[in-house]
């Protein structure tokens, strides 16, 4: 599957295990993961591609922020995470 730059993943190993991300940025084998809480925007989690579950969310203002490189905050990571999470049954 190809992975977009603000796709919301969930990670499939590690201490993270289940947890909900937004992709930063794409690298080789490597994604940069952010959630706006543990992992905010300055200190995105390094990740195989292969240790993460896609899912088909990608959240076009997120998208358009993170290619523009316009200001981005980590609430506004937050609030698409948990906007995402009750229309699936979550939080």
């Not at 203002?61 to 999470?85: G, M, T």
Request: aromatic share 10%.
């Amino acid at each position: 599957m190809e992975y977009e730059v603000g796709q919301i993943v969930y990670s499939k190993s590690g201490h993270d295990k289940g947890e909900i991300f937004v992709i930063l940025s794409i690298e080789g084998e490597y994604v940069y993961l952010i959630d706006g809480k543990r992992r905010p925007l300055e200190k995105p989690k390094r990740k195989k591609i292969k240790h993460i579950q896609p899912t088909k969310y990608v959240s076009s203002s997120l998208q358009e922020k993170l290619n523009q490189k316009s200001y981005l905050l980590n609430a506004d990571i937050v609030k698409v995470l948990r906007e995402y999470s009750k229309e699936k049954g979550g939080f």
